[in-house]
């Protein structure tokens, strides 16, 4: 730094009492005096500033703090006696017994799923359906005593139980079979015509094309037609005998009357 | 800062063999001595080291620690800072190689100091954003050289007056002063250079 001169005092007495101005210490003319140098100089003008500044900065810093295991570190490493008793207090958790350990390992697991609502939901069901079961079976929790589970007596139930099942399906064997006696006389149908005259049309071996027969379904029901007729069918139309296409010259012609039952659905 | 005599008393007991006496010295200046060491050498780690060396050379010495020739906290900054300077120089060549923009703290993401500036534009939470100046200043204390760095460590962050810097320091108050105002000027410069790169 320069050693200059500036308002009656040197850049090295500026910088000497930088840190008293800084720390708040320094006070009448002589804060006069280093004010005015520090308006007037260049260089200890903008120290002024940054050392300010600076201070600022690290002032804004806080503390840091240090890891938990470090005090047990250092006692660990110095005396080596204590640590032992920091080291439990660190390191020292409650004593459980078996029941909390085994409660904590698998009965709260355990839980844990059983009350979930699916879970709940399915056991519900399943008592629901056991109940039902056993209700139908005719076993009521109330009878069963401990001599019923013996093997002779489950035995014994069993027989009962299917004995009982089989009198009952032969009770109800005569109902069941009038019922399905009613059932099938009911289900006999009519005879019915068309559906004969159908398959009759399916088993049709005039070798005729299908066109040709369905062009007779457009003919009146009441209308005749003549056998052996050399050019289409003579139609003798029997409501009005004036329009039949029927020649009257020639009356030895046989006449065959065909009448149709078509049906039209 | 402290009771002398207390203090006394304390350092008595300890020599004297009880551990109880000595595991209250620990827990009274630990904290004290890790922030100088994490200040210092920047690192978490290195702090952690530190400060259990500092305790175990002041474990030691116990014996030689003498009431009538200054503070007990002068005394374990003394201890401290020595170690401190002897840790500097075994890891000088290690500092040589690295990058000049790397990351010293393991507080931080290994990221360059520039890219560790809080947008401006967009301003976190105060608290992150605290966080990070905190942490910029932190890496902008570390590139100062280790003289001006401890000497600001020790008024600034420690609050020790000038004339138990210059007995630690074994140098006249004035260049404690002089220290002092040269790092506080130079931390200012780095972070203004810092933040004008992100502006």
Known sequence: ?265 | MEDVQVVAMLVRRCIAGDSAAWEEIVQTYNRRIYNICYRFAGSGDDAQDLTQEVFIKMYRTLVSYDPSKGAFVTWVTTITRNLLVDHFRKTKQDRMTDSMDSASSDHEDAQPLSEQIPDQSAPPDAHVRQREVSETVHQALGKLSPELREAVILRDLQDMDYREIATVLRVPEGTVKSRINRGRAELARLLQRTYRQVM
């Open chain 1, 1 to 265: 730094m320069p050693d200059l001169t500036r308002n009656g005092m040197q850049c090295n007495e500026f910088d000497s009492l930088l840190t008293d101005a800084i720390d708040g210490v320094l006070s009448g003319a002589a804060l006069d005096r280093f004010r005015a140098h520090a308006r007037a100089c260049n260089n200890c003008g903008p120290l002024l500033a940054e050392a300010e500044a600076g201070r600022t900065w690290l002032k804004g810093l806080t503390e840091v703090e240090p890891p938990a295991s470090m005090v047990a570190n250092i006692l660990a490493s110095t005396t080596g006696v204590d640590t032992q008793r920091l080291w439990t207090q660190a390191r020292i958790q409650p004593r459980i017994s078996w029941w909390e350990h085994v409660q904590a390992s698998f009965l709260e697991p355990f839980w844990a799923t059983v009350r979930q609502p699916r879970f709940a939901m399915s056991f519900g069901m399943a008592f629901f359906a056991i109940s039902v079961t056993l209700t139908m079976l005719g076993v009521k929790p109330a009878d069963i005593r401990a001599i019923d589970l013996r093997p002779a007596a489950i035995r014994h139930t069993y027989y009962n139980t299917q004995a009982r099942v089989i009198r009952y399906f032969d009770n109800v064997r005569p109902v069941l079979e009038l019922n399905a006696a009613l059932r099938s006389i009911k289900r006999t149908p009519p005879a019915e015509p068309g559906p004969a005259k159908q398959k009759e049309r399916k088993n049709d071996t005039t070798q005729q094309p299908e066109q040709k027969q369905d062009r007779n379904y457009s003919q009146a029901g009441n209308q005749l037609i003549l056998a052996s007729a050399p050019a289409g069918p003579t139609v003798i139309d029997r409501s009005n005998p004036d329009r039949s296409n029927l020649d009257p010259s020639s009356p030895d012609l046989p006449v065959v009357s065909v009448t149709t039952y078509r049906r039209f659905v």
